[in-house]
């Protein structure tokens, strides 16, 4: 079982930068594809960036050039770095596991961000 536990959140002004945490406990990083995903109030939930073994990286049209996901194997943590945010950003964003080879899943409970003037 994969345990998330995201922070980082916030109240930040238009064109502020924010960095997202996700703490894993229950696997290591090193088998888990890793995913920040928002979900922004009567929006369906969408991916905002993965990271794959061996840290292969996608993002959404939407954040590229702003944001970076990253993981740290020493901290077992993933991150996201957003910067030049927009309030088209604002959601809760979710730390996400797959367990790599399965259809296995973990969800965090979500950090709020909000960017607003």
């Known amino acids: 079982q994969v345990q998330l536990v995201e922070s980082g959140g916030g109240l930040v002004q238009p064109g502020g930068s924010l960095r997202l945490s996700c703490a894993v406990s229950?696997?290591?990083?090193?088998?888990?594809?890793m995913a920040w995903y928002r979900q922004a109030p009567g929006k369906q939930r969408e991916l905002v960036a993965r990271i794959s073994i061996p840290d292969i990286t996608e993002y959404a049209d939407s954040v590229k050039g702003r944001f970076t996901i990253a993981r740290d194997y020493a901290k077992n943590t993933v991150y996201l770095q957003m910067i030049s945010l927009k309030p088209e950003d604002t959601a809760v964003y979710y730390c996400?596991?797959?367990?790599?080879?399965?259809?296995?899943?973990?969800w965090g409970q979500g950090t709020q961000v909000t960017v607003s003037s």
């Open positions: 229950g696997k290591n990083l090193n088998i888990l594809t």
């Open positions: 996400n596991a797959r367990l790599i080879l399965t259809a296995l899943t973990s």
